[in-house]
């Protein structure tokens, strides 16, 4: 059984930063695609990034549009955990935000078998 526990939520002010971190337990980490998504109240939940091992040894990263160039997703095989780096956030980005694990990409359409619990990301203006 995979599990995926999300941690350093937290409530800070607009334009500052948090590092959300995904420590997942088992031992074929490295084989899995990892995402993050999040949910806001009243919304449904949404895209926010992916990571996945590319052909040529190297990773390759997703992002939605509403986080590009703000947020930015990694990994560490190592450690079993992936990071969402978020700069300059804004009150929209308040959510519940998951991580979650996949076999095979499929773009937007790709199936996460595992998540998260959440964590809380609150931003002020």
């Known amino acids: 059984q995979v599990q995926l526990v999300e941690s350093g939520g937290g409530s800070v002010q607009a334009v500052g930063s948090l590092r959300l971190s995904c420590a997942v337990s088992?031992?074929?980490?490295?084989?899995?695609?990892m995402g993050w998504f999040r949910q806001a109240p009243g919304k449904e939940r949404e895209f926010v990034a992916a990571?996945?091992?590319?052909?040529?040894?190297?990773?390759?990263?997703y992002y939605a549009d509403s986080v590009k160039g703000r947020f930015t997703i990694s990994r560490d095989n190592a450690k079993n955990t992936v990071y969402l780096q978020m700069n300059s956030l804004r009150p929209e980005d308040t959510a519940v935000y998951y991580c979650?694990?996949?076999?095979?990409?499929?773009?937007?359409?790709?199936?996460?078998?595992?998540w998260g619990q959440g964590t809380q990301v609150t931003v002020s203006s």
């Open positions: 990571i996945r091992w590319s052909a040529v040894n190297t990773y390759n990263t």
């Open positions: 088992g031992r074929t980490f490295s084989s899995y695609l």
């Open positions: 979650a694990a996949a076999m095979l990409w499929a773009g937007l359409g790709t199936e996460y078998k595992y």
